[in-house]
Each structure stands twice: as structure tokens, then as C-alpha cells.
């Protein structure tokens, strides 16, 4: 995921210490760099955006409770991340609360790609999900943001098309395709 706190160099450790004193502007950086991708995150459950809206501002007071009642010492991910725990949690709560999937089942983007899927559960990324990141680097620039976009901020294809400027959702439709591919053909060499 890309936020404000890892493109400033802000580190997980030093903003965890900033939530522990209870700094208000680091809870509303976090805040502000997380909601829209965390909306985004939340369409693949098909919740609406209100219950998107409560469960992600309900996970930042988890996260601000947690972090100023020592709950939370060190973190082994992003503090994105954490929080994106936490709001998952509390969308599968939701779901639950409503009966609308099987939560047993897995859930994923999209069957044919789920090289891709994230699990936030995991304190600490996974070491499928360390060879995807560290592979996701040798790919273009192009390949790189379409992937982001699409897999770990949540748009659709109709939304990244316009963002990138892509002629046509068909265009990008291929171009997410032969990325997989390249990431897939990466990661088995």
C-alpha cells in the first residue's frame, strides 16, 4: 500500500511511538492517508460505503486505543497495515452480523490472481507476500501502479483507467493481464 507515511519516510516505529503519546496529528495523517484506500479496500466485500465509512473510523479508534493503552509495543508491519486488520475484522463482523457470506470460504480478488491477494491479517508479511513485493520491483513503472491500484488500494477498472489514463478499460484490462503474467513468470524463475 502506498501512504503518506512511507513515501515521507516515517517509520512504523516512530509513529507508533507518536500514537503511544497520543499525537493527534500523526492519528490524523494516519487518517487521512489510509480512508480513501481503505474505502476503496472495502468494495470487494460489497458493504456500502456509510458501513465503509463506520467500520474504518471505528478501526482508527481501535487503532488510537490500542496504541495509547499499550496495547500494541511493536508492530512487525505498517501501521497501515494494522489498521487494516483491524477494519477487516470488523467488515467480517459485519458480514457475520448479517449472514452474507461464508466466512469460512476464502475470499479472494480474483481466482485466476490470486498470486496478488493480501492477507491483513498477519502481523508480518508473509513469505509468499515478501517475494511478491520484492518481485513487484523488477516489473515497469506502468505494470507497478496498475497493480497497486487495482490489488492493494482497490479501484476497479474503470476507475484506474481514468487515473492513468488508459484509452479504454479493454487497454488496461490487457495491460493488467500481461503484468500478472510477468510477475507470475518472475516469481516461478
Do not use: W
Not at 511493536?74 to 452480523?97: D, E, H, P
Amino acid at each position: 500500500m502506498f501512504t503518506l507515511l512511507h513515501m515521507t519516510g516515517v517509520t512504523s516505529h516512530n509513529t507508533l511511538e507518536l500514537l503511544k503519546k497520543g499525537d493527534n496529528a500523526t492519528l490524523q495523517r494516519i487518517y487521512e492517508d489510509n480512508r480513501n484506500v481503505f474505502i476503496n479496500f472495502s468494495k470487494r466485500y460489497n458493504i456500502s460505503k456509510n458501513d465503509a465509512v463506520d467500520i474504518y473510523q471505528d478501526a482508527i479508534i481501535a487503532l488510537h486505543e490500542n496504541a495509547v493503552n499499550g496495547k500494541i509495543n511493536s508492530l512487525n508491519s505498517s501501521v497501515s497495515t494494522y489498521l487494516f486488520a483491524i477494519g477487516k475484522n470488523k467488515i467480517f463482523q459485519l458480514l457475520r452480523k448479517n449472514k452474507t457470506v461464508d466466512l469460512n470460504q476464502n475470499i479472494t480478488i480474483e481466482s485466476t490472481n490470486e498470486i496478488l491477494d493480501v492477507n491483513f491479517y498477519e502481523d508480518k508479511p508473509t513469505k509468499r507476500q515478501n517475494l511478491i513485493i520484492e518481485n513487484l520491483k523488477r516489473l515497469g513503472k506502468r505494470c507497478v501502479e496498475v497493480l497497486k491500484l487495482f490489488y492493494y488500494q482497490g479501484f476497479n477498472l474503470d476507475e484506474i483507467t481514468k487515473i492513468l489514463n488508459y484509452s479504454s478499460k479493454e487497454v488496461l484490462k490487457s495491460q493488467k493481464s500481461r503484468c500478472i503474467k510477468q510477475l507470475k513468470k518472475i516469481i516461478n524463475d
